[in-house]
């Protein structure tokens, strides 16, 4: 069984991975990081190309590869677990970075690449799990914590507005993919 938690930050991922002991978080051995690499260049080049010529700056590129590299080893992990595990930062926490790095236009121009990356996502894990948490709550949160993050760098206004647009790109992933839904608060 995988499964993937997700959520921005301060939803408080880590505590909920931590608060499900039954679960082991996963990690990537080296055997497993090159059958990983093995398999997106076989199996997924095509789209991984695609996508990462659509995204030329190289942040979204780096993003991109992390998409398919992650996406690739929860498949391998899930076929042959028979542990429970939970994968914090995995593709779909990726694809959300790419989505919030994105404009709406580029959005929009995606939008097949990203349904399908989602479908497939719906078949990889048994379960995703996205953390709701109302935007104050979390601004305190991350203030509190000695992690650096960009809401310690910047005004509230502004913070607001890119943890918003963070929360946009999760709500529309937890609708394509029809994750429960945990309140946070």
């Not at 190309?49 to 998409?67: A, C, G, P, Q, T």
């Amino acid at each position: 069984m995988i499964i993937e938690v997700y959520g921005i930050a301060g939803a408080g991922k880590s505590t909920y991975v931590i608060d499900n002991s039954n679960m082991v978080k996963v990690k990537v051995s080296l055997l497993l990081k090159l059958r990983v690499l093995l398999r997106l260049l076989t199996k997924d080049l095509l789209p991984f190309l695609r996508l990462s010529i659509r995204f030329r700056d190289k942040k979204r590129r780096k993003i991109v590869f992390f998409i398919f590299y992650k996406m690739n080893a929860a498949e391998l992990l899930g076929d042959n677990s028979k542990e429970k595990m939970i994968y914090d930062q995995g593709p779909i926490y990726n694809l959300s970075r790419l989505l919030y790095k994105s404009t709406d236009e580029e959005w929009e121009k995606n939008r097949h690449d990203i349904d399908k990356l989602l479908q497939r996502m719906k078949k990889v894990y048994d379960e995703t799990i996205y953390l709701r948490c109302p935007v104050n709550i979390v601004l305190h949160r991350l203030h509190t914590r000695s992690k650096s993050h960009f809401a310690k760098k910047l005004d509230e206004t502004e913070t607001k507005k890119r943890l918003g647009r963070w929360e946009v790109s999760y709500e529309f992933i937890q609708e394509k993919l029809n994750s429960k839904v945990i309140e946070n608060y």
